[in-house]
């Protein structure tokens, strides 16, 4: 499975940008993805989950309410709509599928958010 996401740019505080990752193979359906982030100089973190059904998904407190992860499996495609977004949130995100204990299998490049306020 190879990962493309997509759809980081710069926007303003309290702007909304969704986020895409594209997956290649059929079995991208069967998997649990997510999304990850990344500020300069420090690990990734997980932001939000969906399971492979697109009915049980998790968050990090402070995606709570502003973000929403989606899954598209006819389309092979992820989604993370991010809503009211905050300085803060200004990372590298990266989606990932395939979860194997703590960490994923397979991951996307990355697309930069960039928040001016």
């Known amino acids: 499975v190879q990962l493309q996401a997509s759809g980081g740019g710069l926007v303003q505080a309290g702007g909304s940008l969704r986020l895409s990752c594209l997956a290649s193979g059929r079995s991208f359906r069967n998997y649990e993805m997510a999304w990850f982030r990344r500020y300069p100089g420090k690990e990734r973190e997980p932001v939000a989950t969906v399971d492979w059904t697109g009915s049980s998904t998790w968050y990090r407190d402070s995606a709570k309410g502003r973000f929403t992860i989606s899954r598209d499996n006819a389309k092979n495609t992820g989604y993370l709509q991010m809503n009211s977004l905050k300085p803060e949130d200004a990372a590298t995100y990266f989606c990932?599928?395939?979860?194997?204990?703590?960490?994923?299998?397979?991951w996307g490049q990355g697309t930069l958010v960039t928040v001016s306020s």
């Open positions: 990932a599928a395939q979860r194997l204990d703590d960490t994923y299998a397979y």
